[in-house]
């Protein structure tokens, strides 16, 4: 379902230099050697009746109410903001989800932008709202704030009683501030598993419950999450492309790449790529080392940072995620440029082949990923496979792919300016 094509310079793709560390990595990822290593084979053990309880839970959600706010940062939003975005229409809030009879779907919590909520509060005065606040320890600032105000705004329309009718929390099996409080209220909650991470927790409740109430197919995602597990079960770097995009990151850094460029010709790809940046920016990037990843939006990129692409400082390389076989596609046949392409597809395909060539000049290091096509099969395919390539990388890179010890320092700060302000 995932094919690797690429282009280094001749010579550095010899793959037994690493095979040896490979195959120890292989068998410490399978062995669950490290803390917060259980995604690893949780497509494969991830209960019926909690497959069930989301579902039935998703279903509540959809016959309650016309707007679910999901509230939560990074890990706790982006799989699911990408999926949606992903799987569903352009449009999903401004008509298909009123055509297909589910509640438009709007997220917060993931930063503090004062018009945002303002606006927010404002759109949700016409809906019938219900919140899915998720939060491991239920104290991280943005989706905090966002939990108090909103869950406020509930108890003031629908009263205390109805209102914790009306809130959904994912958060932590036994402790912390969201878990007290739920069990207090009795909101219905879901487990974040204890041996899972944020940004590896897609295909757990936190990116299950708000992708199964957008009317997206969540059994097909864990089938292809699960042909996934199975299909890269396999130490051998010859065969196993995940491996060898992997070890491909290691090898380009070691060359003085240390910018990854995402690229994407599919418009519904732009936030999975935001997904990306969060797995690989948080998992690799400490200790002096790592990877640094962005990502552009083609071929509207190609009119701002294409003349960097193509003749800027040679510090990164680029990976283009396409798609083979798109389902919904545009006539050009009464088009000027119908002897070229019959397809808006087979232009973009055009478009994207001609900028791979044009930066080839400068012998820019490209690595090329392309799924089958767009489905919620594929999208759980693709996770796992980001996820156990990003571990790949860096434990090559020599880094613990599961901890974020930067992150917490400017956390500690706020948390100081914040009892400041209080005294």
């Known amino acids: 379902m995932m094919e690797l094509d690429y282009w280094v310079q001749p010579g550095l793709t010899d793959w037994s ?11 410490k990822l399978m062995n669950k050697e490290d803390s917060y290593t259980g995604w690893v084979d949780w497509p494969l053990r991830m209960e019926t009746e909690l497959l069930q309880d989301l579902l039935c839970t998703a279903e509540e959600i959809r016959q309650k109410c016309t707007a679910l706010v999901v509230i939560g940062i990074g890990g706790s939003y982006l799989g699911a903001k990408a999926c949606i975005e992903l799987l569903q229409s352009p449009f999903y809030n401004e008509y298909y989800a009123a055509q297909q009879k589910r509640p438009r779907i ?14 927010l509060l404002e759109r949700l005065n016409n809906e019938e ?28 329309r629908y009263g205390q009683a109805e209102a914790a009718k009306r809130i959904y929390a994912i958060t932590d099996a036994s402790k912390g501030t969201l878990r007290a409080e739920a069990e207090d209220k009795g909101y219905k909650t879901f487990v974040v598993p204890d041996d899972i991470g944020g940004r590896y927790s897609v295909l757990t409740p936190v990116g299950l419950l708000p992708i199964a109430v957008a009317g997206i197919d969540i059994e097909a995602m864990l089938e292809g ?3 996934a597990c199975r299909e890269y079960d396999n130490e051998d770097l010859s065969s196993n492309v ?5 070890a491909l990151r290691n090898l380009l850094q070691q060359q003085g790449k240390v910018i990854e460029i995402f690229e994407v010709y599919e418009g519904r790809l732009r936030y999975f790529t935001e997904w990306l940046k969060q797995l690989f ?9 790592g990877v640094i990843p962005m990502s552009l939006q083609m071929s509207t990129d190609l009119h701002s940072m294409g003349q960097f692409l193509q003749e800027g400082r040679q510090i990164f390389f680029e990976t283009t995620l396409t798609v083979e076989h798109i389902c919904k596609d545009v006539s050009l046949e009464k088009s000027q440029f119908a002897g070229v ?6 232009l973009n395909l055009i478009v994207e082949d001609s900028a791979r060539k044009a930066h080839g000049k400068n012998q820019t290091p490209n690595i090329r990923l392309t799924v089958s096509e767009l489905s919620a099969r594929s999208f759980g395919y693709m996770v796992y496979f980001f996820e156990k390539a990003c571990a790949v ?3 090559l890179t020599g880094v613990n792919p599961f901890d974020q010890p930067g992150v917490e320092d400017y956390k500690r700060n706020i948390k100081i300016a914040l009892q400041g302000e209080k005294c």
């Open 393 to 395: 990388s860096c434990y």
């Open 225 to 227: 999450a699960a042909m």
């Open 17 to 27: 230099q690493y095979q040896q560390r490979i195959t120890e990595i292989h068998k």
């Open 281 to 289: 920016g948080e998992s690799e990037c400490k200790e002096g080392k």
């Open 341 to 346: 392409a019959r397809t808006m597809h087979e």
């Open 106 to 119: 709007y997220f917060a919590g993931h930063h503090l932008s004062t018009i945002y909520y303002y606006e």
């Open 129 to 156: 709202v219900c919140l899915c606040v998720i939060s491991k320890s239920g104290t991280t600032l943005e989706p905090s704030i966002a939990f108090e105000m909103l869950r406020g705004y509930l108890q003031e």
């Open 242 to 246: 995940c491996y060898q995009y992997g």
